[in-house]
């Protein structure tokens, strides 16, 4: 079988969560977003997992050499054979260019990296909008799923907040970030060929069709 080697890339509020499981469930590959990764290696109390957590557990960043050698572990495992899913790594170049390098080791190759794209507008409109109940946490959206009772919950009647996360302003800053963060792989990838884009505007079904029929095309190039 051909495998599919993937990277999924997209702002917050791009639906990638929602993607990934679907894709998932489509190939059977595994997904793997890093800051998973992490905590499941620090769970299994693997020694690479061991070494993150003295990290974790005085406050500081994981540097990114053991991130690094997380991600490549799991690629390297036996359920990661005919794929895997990536979210969230690389972040940089210089990890873009380790994953290439683990991955020529093991005479495999990137398929392609996904990238579902939204303007910083409808990000904004997306999650500036979202509401949750203070007591259980249940979500609205004041545009596309709002209360019956403005400024309250359906299921229990308490108070729906913003969460700091989503406010307008913070929104922003993680477009920044994002964008800063991003570009550099968008552009390292699309001279490679290995860029597919999506046009995250559209409803979750539509993207799917859209990554479901470009990743069917890939497979049968590659088995030509
Ligand atoms: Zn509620």
């Known amino acids: 079988m051909t495998e599919l080697n993937l990277i999924l890339l997209g702002p917050p509020g791009a639906g990638k969560g929602t993607q990934a499981e679907r894709l998932v469930s489509d190939f059977g590959l595994p997904y793997y977003a890093t800051g998973d990764i992490l905590r499941a290696a620090v769970k299994e109390e693997s020694e690479l997992g061991q070494e993150a957590r003295a990290y974790m557990d005085r406050g500081d960043l994981v540097p990114d050499d053991l991130i690094c050698r997380v991600v490549v572990e799991r690629v390297d495992s036996p359920e990661a054979r ?7 790594f690389p972040r940089t170049i210089p990890q873009a260019d380790t994953l290439a390098e683990a991955l020529e080791n093991l005479d495999r190759r990137l398929t392609a990296t996904l990238l579902i794209d939204v303007s910083d507008e409808e990000v904004i409109r997306r999650l500036s909008g979202r509401r949750v109940c203070k007591e259980k946490g249940h979500t ?13 919950c359906d299921q229990d009647g308490s108070p729906l907040v913003q969460r700091d996360d989503d406010r307008e302003e913070t929104v922003r800053h993680r477009l ?3 964008h800063d963060q991003t570009k550099p792989l968008i552009e390292h990838y699309e001279k490679r060929g290995l860029l597919r884009r999506f046009d995250g505007s559209r409803s979750p079904d539509e993207v799917h069709g859209h990554i479901r029929a470009t990743l069917a095309t890939l497979r049968l190039e590659e088995e030509l």
Do not use: A, C, R, W
Request: aromatic share 22%; hydrophobic share 40%; net charge negative.
């Open 82 to 88: 005919d794929g895997f899913l990536l979210d969230g």
């Open 140 to 152: 609205y959206h004041l545009i596309f799923d709002p209360p019956k009772n403005e400024g309250f």
């Open 176 to 178: 920044k970030v994002f």
